[in-house]
């Protein structure tokens, strides 16, 4: 069974910095593209960044110029490095893989349990 771990998120000041990062894990023979998505109360899940295992990158307007994606795939692994941090951004971040398993099988999504941002004075 794949699992994707976060860590990172927390209680950060308007201006102020975060890096979340997602562990995939399980019978994964290769993530196709992992990414972030948000929501905050009364709103509809969004993406904010996604990367492609060959670096091709697709990241919100709302996001462009702060958040930073990156991945490295020998460790299944992905971030997100947020800068200039805005009230605005506060919301439960879930990170997102697109899994190959192998074997001939069919392609599948996996969802982390998500990590809270709240950014706040």
């Known amino acids: 069974q794949v699992q994707l771990v976060e860590s990172g998120g927390g209680l950060v000041q308007p201006g102020g910095s975060l890096r979340l990062s997602c562990a995939a894990s399980?019978?994964?023979?290769?993530?196709?593209?992992m990414g972030w998505y948000r929501q905050a109360p009364g709103t509809e899940r969004e993406l904010v960044a996604s990367?492609?295992?060959?670096?091709?990158?697709n990241s919100a307007d709302s996001v462009k110029g702060r958040f930073t994606i990156s991945r490295d795939n020998a460790k299944n692994t992905v971030y997100l490095q947020m800068n200039s941090l805005k009230p605005e951004d506060t919301a439960v971040y879930y990170c997102h893989a697109d899994i190959n398993p192998g074997w001939g099988a069919r392609d599948f999504a996996s969802w982390g349990r998500g990590t809270q941002v709240t950014v706040s004075s």
């Open positions: 990367i492609t295992d060959a670096g091709i990158i």
């Open positions: 399980g019978p994964i023979f290769r993530i196709n593209s």
